[in-house]
């Protein structure tokens, strides 16, 4: 079975940090985009970052850029989000997301059930 499982989530005053972990199982990864979302109450859910598997390629959100890190560890199968200087309005259930790096393949889409991060001011 395919899975994604978020961990790391946690309540947190403004200005501290949280690390999220994502954990793949099931299959490879490796040609695939691993990303985050989230989404806050009565709101969309929306693109935090990015990053493909096999390479160092990294998109941002620009309410992110400078405060949170995306990576991975091959080895243990796990892409992790550093979140620093985290404001009140960062709360929101993250998502772990793996995307097919390349048009015209069959491989679905992956989804992780989330996890909360509550910031407080």
């Known amino acids: 079975q395919v899975q994604l499982v978020e961990s790391g989530g946690g309540l947190v005053q403004a200005g501290g940090s949280l690390r999220l972990s994502c954990a793949a199982s099931?299959?490879?990864?490796?040609?695939?985009?691993m990303g985050w979302f989230r989404q806050a109450p009565g709101k969309e859910r929306e693109f935090v970052a990015t990053r493909n598997w096999s390479g160092g390629s990294t998109v941002y959100a620009d309410s992110v850029k400078g405060r949170f890190t995306i990576d991975r560890d091959s080895a243990k199968n796990t892409v992790y989000l550093q979140m620093n200087n985290l404001k009140p309005e960062d709360t929101a259930v993250y998502y772990c997301?793996?995307?097919?790096?390349?048009?015209?393949?069959?491989?679905?889409?992956?989804w992780g059930q989330g996890t909360q991060v509550t910031v407080s001011s």
């Open positions: 997301n793996a995307h097919p790096e390349f048009s015209g393949t069959m491989d679905p889409d992956y």
């Open positions: 099931g299959r490879t990864f490796r040609s695939y985009y």
